[in-house]
């Protein structure tokens, strides 16, 4: 935790067990909360090659009904060393009853999607309900992500990607880890 947030009246809680306790409507969603990291692959056809890369995701509460979702992600080598940087991403994403989830999610590309979905035994689908363009982003039409708990520890992520004239396809998928007491 920063001195920030030890200094915040309201701080975000990363567990389910930590203060504040999580709203009931997060209920299916607790599993997810902490850190998360791991190593993804990704292609498009419109990409010369196939990539890999490394990411952080972090959910987050602060006892209300929605989570804090932040993404950063790097490309890397065949050595598994860091090339530079790559997405990143943050949003909201709230839960309504039944494990609806409406999500809002904005990339420094100039992308902002709202997307819906749900969650059901502990697997999270969310397509795209909207998206929004900055006047000079690649053009994203649709994208579809699938965030899996296999184990409490590990969370398989897919995410299908709708853009630059292309049909909604496969543009990554990563495995992460549960960072230690995160
Ligand atoms: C872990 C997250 C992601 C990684 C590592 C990643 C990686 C890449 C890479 C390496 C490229 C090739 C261009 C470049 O070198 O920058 C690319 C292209 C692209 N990505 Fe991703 N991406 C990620 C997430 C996303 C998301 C969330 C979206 C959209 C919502 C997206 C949309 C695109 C688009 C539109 C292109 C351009 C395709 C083209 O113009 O040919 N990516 N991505």
Redo the contacts with the bound molecule.
Sequence with gaps: MTDRERQHPYPDALRPDAAPAPHELLAPVTGLLGTWTGT?R?E?P??AED?T?A?EVTFSHDGRPFLHYE?R???TGADGAPLRP??R?SGWWRLKPEGLIEAL?T?P?G?A?IMVGRVEDGAVDLTTHT?ALAPTA???EA?RRRYTLTDGDTLDFV?D?A??GQRLQH??S?RLRREDGK
């Design positions: 993804g990704g498009y419109t990409l990539f890369y990411q993404a992600a790097w490309l790559a997405a991403e999610i990339q590309t992308i999607e998206v690649k053009h994203v994208t995410h990607l853009a630059v543009h990554l990563a």
